[in-house]
């Protein structure tokens, strides 16, 4: 069954008003923000089993970028999370259900922004 969104509310987008030219950061968030949105109309949880290879690859994308550019952790993760509540906030789903889902995704994350890193340590701690 897909998620509902309810009536009359459409989630906030990342959107250039003035039509300036969005950064990569902000147009890695929109892709975050439309897989979830597509996730969760098509019945998905947006964070965990039924997540789609766009979401899955989004997320990751997203904190790569801003670990390469050099985006503190709280600052990425603080952007995620408001985009998530925006989304979420904008479904029929109950608190608890938003809540679990929005853990999940944000552990996703935490996790592509620093697994690599943690990785990328220990190889070199063996070489």
């Known amino acids: ?26 147009l890695a968030l929109e892709q975050c923000r439309f897989a979830l949105c597509q996730d969760l109309k ?20 997203l904190m790569l970028l801003a670990r390469t550019e050099g985006v503190p952790p709280e600052r990425v993760l603080s952007a995620f999370k408001g985009m998530m509540h925006g989304v979420l906030h904008a ?3 109950g608190a ?12 996703v994350a935490i996790k592509c922004y620093f697994v690599p890193l943690v990785s990328s340590g220990a190889r070199a701690a063996r070489s």
Do not use: H, K, N
Request: neutral net charge.
């Open 91 to 93: 479904t029929t789903l």
């Open 42 to 61: 098509r019945g998905g949880d947006g964070g965990g089993g039924e997540t789609s290879a766009a979401l899955r690859s989004a997320i990751p994308a």
């Open 1 to 26: 069954m897909g998620m509902v969104f309810e009536q009359g509310t459409t989630p906030q987008r990342t959107e250039d008003t003035l039509g300036v030219r969005r950064d990569a950061l902000t």
């Open 96 to 107: 608890l259900e938003r809540g679990e889902i929005m853990r999940r995704a944000t552990q």
